[in-house]
């Protein structure tokens, strides 16, 4: 639904006013019951107060007896109809001639129980006021027992209508002045900010590789800053990812015209490598069989990447190799065997085997080689060494001297693209992974210091 015919309850702040209001005005309706209850107490209590003052009046006169017209004046200060002051030796009765027969309420204001003081004050504005109730009390007089005084509810009743209105009208100023104080503060605090979320993630699922990066809120220690943060990263990381997979889009397609081109000169170099090996010459002859295993091996891969439409590996062709060839040929195809700079040290147990794809296996040792041999330079020196478990799991070591690989590069080390070097395409460490994993086996970079780097292929056995 548009954002302009969406209703005002439906957005996060409209709702935070209109529930800070209604708890306010829950919270005020809890307070008022016991404050209407003691108002009500508060205001009998002062009448039969009052009462009293003007029973003292009749006790004060020449035998208990006062004019019609001062009685009547004593009575309507006093606000009641009629008081008794039952004593221990005599009783005062004030209005005795206008006293009702018979009351429609009466109330025992001497011990009374806040439940029943609430329920009383409710039942009196039930009652509209049309009532004559009589109220007991505990009298001030000393020598008086009981007082008991009749009067007329109307008084008590807008008095309690008033003071009800005044509540509300209160508790309603409260609310609404609450409601926009947490509502201008949690707009601040919470809305604006969550606001700027959602537009971040609004924007970055209609043009992710457009999107500018949410920063703003990033400093906030709160759920709120590790949330925006928490959304900037991984925004970074799937903008990166969309531009790695588009890269690698147009890489593959690339790939796939050189692929068929290079099929094609490598066809060329096989044939001439079939010559050379007519050459009566040893040396010729020697390296002319490097030459047509290198060919051979590149156009089984051009073929293979042709076929399945990606460059990845087939299903492994298991059988046991001596490991001791195999990286004697990956130091002769890289030229560290016959170089006089560069010491390739092979130690290996006698007729070391592992069980393995030969072709699959060999790239993951030349791979592996020429790394090693590109960040040392001309002079530099690698290490293989070996050895099998009880189980036959077999552990090969590839050593070298060189400056060691970064911090910050070894958390990717065997993600695609992701090279330790300058220059580098970083695809080398990424293949090898993915053969040795095929193979039901691990490669893992175990040490790496500026003395050099160390990384432990590890194997399965496997019958066939």
């Known amino acids: 639904m548009p954002e302009h015919y969406r209703p005002v309850t439906s957005s996060l702040r409209s709702r935070l006013l209109i529930l800070t209001f209604l708890f306010v005005m829950v919270v005020s309706a809890f307070v008022y019951l016991p404050s209407i209850a003691t108002f009500r ?8 107060g009052n009462a009293q003052i003007a029973a003292l009046a009749l006790e004060a006169a020449e035998n208990n007896a006062i004019s019609p017209e001062l009685e009547e004046r004593l009575l ?28 429609d309420a009466s ?19 039930e009652a509209g006021g049309d009532r004559a109730i009589r109220v007991i009390g505990d009298p001030m007089i000393p020598g008086v027992r009981m007082l008991e005084v009749t009067m007329d509810e109307e008084d008590l009743y807008l008095a309690l209508e008033n003071y009800s209105r005044n509540i509300l009208i209160l508790s309603t100023v409260i609310s609404l002045f609450t409601g926009i104080l947490v509502y ?35 400093l906030r ?17 799937i903008r990166h990812n969309i531009k790695q997979n588009s890269r690698l889009a147009a890489l593959g ?17 096989q044939l001439s490598s079939d010559a050379l090996q007519r050459v009566d010459h040893p040396g010729v002859q020697k390296i002319s069989r490097r030459l047509m295993t290198a060919v051979s091996r590149a156009v089984a891969l051009c073929e293979s990447t042709m076929r399945h439409g990606k460059a990845e ?23 560290l065997i016959d170089s006089d700079s560069f010491d390739f040290d092979i130690t290996l147990p006698n007729k070391f085997e592992i069980f393995a794809d030969p072709e699959q296996i060999h790239r993951v040792f030349l791979n592996l080689c020429r790394n090693a041999q590109e960040v040392q330079g001309a002079e530099g020196a690698i290490r293989i060494t070996a050895y099998a478990d009880e189980d036959g799991t077999t552990h090969v070591r590839v050593t070298d001297r060189g400056p060691g690989i970064p911090e910050t590069v070894r958390p990717s080390l065997f993600k695609a693209f992701s090279s330790a070097r300058a220059g580098g395409m970083g695809l080398g460490l990424a293949i090898a992974q993915d053969i040795i994993l095929a193979h039901g086996g691990q490669v893992a970079l175990e040490k790496t210091g500026p003395e050099g780097s160390v990384f432990l292929i590890c194997l399965p056995w496997e019958e066939s």
């Open 107 to 125: 109330y025992d204001m001497r011990q009374p129980s806040l439940g029943s003081l609430i329920f009383d004050a409710f039942e009196t504005l």
């Open 313 to 335: 590996d087939p299903i492994p062709e298991k059988r046991k190799i001596d490991l001791s060839e195999l990286v004697t040929d990956v130091g002769l195809s890289l030229g």
């Open 253 to 269: 397609e690339a790939v796939a015209k050189i692929n068929h081109d290079l099929r094609n000169i490598l066809a060329t170099a």
């Open 184 to 218: 201008l503060s949690l707009h601040w605090m919470l809305v604006r900010p969550m606001r700027r979320i959602k537009d971040s993630i609004v924007s970055f699922r209609r043009k992710p590789e457009q999107h500018t990066p949410l920063m703003q809120t990033t």
């Open 221 to 237: 220690p709160d759920e709120i800053g590790l949330v925006a943060r928490e959304l900037c990263r991984m925004q970074e990381e």
């Open 41 to 48: 107490q508060d205001f009998l209590e002062k009448r039969m």
């Open 76 to 103: 309507s200060t006093s606000g009641v109809i009629a008081v008794v002051m039952r004593g221990t030796e005599k009783s005062i009765l004030l209005g005795f001639d206008i006293m009702p027969d018979e009351v």
